[in-house]
């Protein structure tokens, strides 16, 4: 089965201790609902840099990174759609999304 990352970026700018727990219950409770398409739940991450092709360091870019999820699923359709309810996306984040490519490395 084709496999999809979901890049996550942005979220919510600030929420209050009971707004953020609440978040991630809806959260852990969309993961659950995913049931065997999540490969790997991924991970949060932290502030971004970009190294260009001269050496050079510079920010995250104009949309960073602020985390990672890997499913499976039967095509790009059906990934699309577990993104589209993600909490992420209803709290002001979005989800790019973009099939794993079998490469010989």
Known sequence: MPKFVFAYHGGPSSMTEEE????????????????EAVLDRGHAVGKSHTVT???????????????????????MDAALKMAAVS???????????????????
Do not use: C, F, R
């Open 87 to 105: 909490p992420h996306v209803h709290v002001g984040g979005t989800i790019e999304v973009a099939p794993v490519l079998d490469m010989p490395m």
């Open 53 to 75: 092709g001269d050496g050079a360091v510079e920010g995250g870019g104009v949309n960073p990174i602020s985390g990672y999820t890997l499913v499976q699923a039967v095509d």
């Open 20 to 35: 953020g727990k609440a978040h991630m219950a809806s959260w852990m409770d969309w993961m659950v609902g995913l049931g």
